[in-house]
């Protein structure tokens, strides 16, 4: 008679061989499944928390260099298990993978086999580590095993006792990291100075009805929606990126009405909510499939995520939209072919990538402090952006002064010289006298500032 198990078993065995048999040099199957005694890893209870401890490992491995493809899940005969191709030296994610198992909260759950088609199986003996623990009692789980030490309802005891430990849920663990780095982006964006016609904690730049406390309200009402953001593109994977837009439209409308409840009616970070909010669920995204993550990468994916974007918003324009005056970046879409932070978005956020990032590292790498390589990011933003605050407020010779006045005081050296600080100093008397704001850019700051702390450079 034919046990279901077993030949569950022995799948799982066939299907990791001949996967990898078709893996060229430098890849390994991964195996995943739960360290879990047969009634309890059949009964369906932990189905959930396994899916998101594989999707967990999937992101741990990506983080550290190691890329996953064609990560599956599934329930099957012999519970829980989850399959995948990962690249990199064999040992070398073997031990990243044991890394999971005994760094993760709950990794002394997951049960990681790694098989290749040269060396066969890697495992933690051969590597000289050593070997996992009884999950009740904490002594090699192989003696405990042998001798039948525990019973199922001691195991799951310890099993419950662990799950119960705060923490989140297996699986939240990137989206809590992707939305804690956003949250840290607007902050420090909300204070970094000088920035020129902008709030910054010792002016108001061009803005008599906010300030910096103004700023501080709005991002605190907002620091729990960038964890929701990065929660849909995990969720939604990316199969069809462009699908979850929808979704992250209805969030970010939810989003503007906190914003707007905190400040009182004032209009601090809508341009934000939407960059930032696609770049969260971007970074979510891209952790459930074990990609490692760059700027590059989360960029590009965002910009699959609005594919199109722009032609849909902009189509039916006619001097009205839905019975409501135009915005200003409808306006200039008209008059000019302005895209603005859409077309942005849907280039794959060339001035972030391009421009503010490379500027911000290199002010870095110089001996700036963050603050400083902050606003030098800001001035080489300002050359570039297509910034629909200038243009609504000084059209295109607003523009030009803005431009002109960035590219001289980077000249000049930027933050890191007495001549580059006075100029930017200069700058913003004659923004606020000009009633010019480089709003946009300073939303693509704090994407800038988000990226690099998501996305540490190398070297």
Known sequence: MNNPVLDAREDRWNRRRAMAATLPA????????????APLRLGGDFDRDAEGLFRDLVFHLGSRGFPVESPSFAVR??????LCAVRGDGEAVKRAVVEFEEGHPRGCLADGDLMDSLRGETGRKSLGLPPRRCLV??????????????GTGEVRASVDRLLSVPGGVPGERPVSAIGETARKAVLFET?????????????????GDMDCFTFLASSAALAPVWERFARLGFRFGGDDPAGLLPSLR???IRAERMMFSATGGINTHKGLIFSLGILCASAGMIASEGIPLSPEVCASRGAAIVRGITGRDFASLKGTADGRPLTAGERFYLSDGVTGIRGEAERGFPSVTGTGLP?????????????DAMVDGLLALMTVVEDTNILSRGGREGERIVRENAVYALELGGMGSKEGKEAVREMNGLFTRCNLSPGGSADLLAVTVFLHLLTPASG
């Open 191 to 207: 204070v970094a100075f000088p920035k020129p016609g902008l709030v910054d904690p010792l002016s108001r730049g061009a803005h």
């Open 137 to 150: 009692c904490g002594r090699p789980a192989a003696e405990c095993v042998a001798g039948r030490t525990h």
């Open 26 to 37: 430098g890849w390994s199957v991964l195996s995943f499944t739960l360290r879990l005694p």
């Open 359 to 371: 500027s911000l590292r290199s002010s870095l790498a110089k001996g700036l402090s963050l603050n």
């Open 250 to 252: 209805e969030e970010g």
């Open 77 to 82: 005969a012999d519970g829980p298990e989850g």
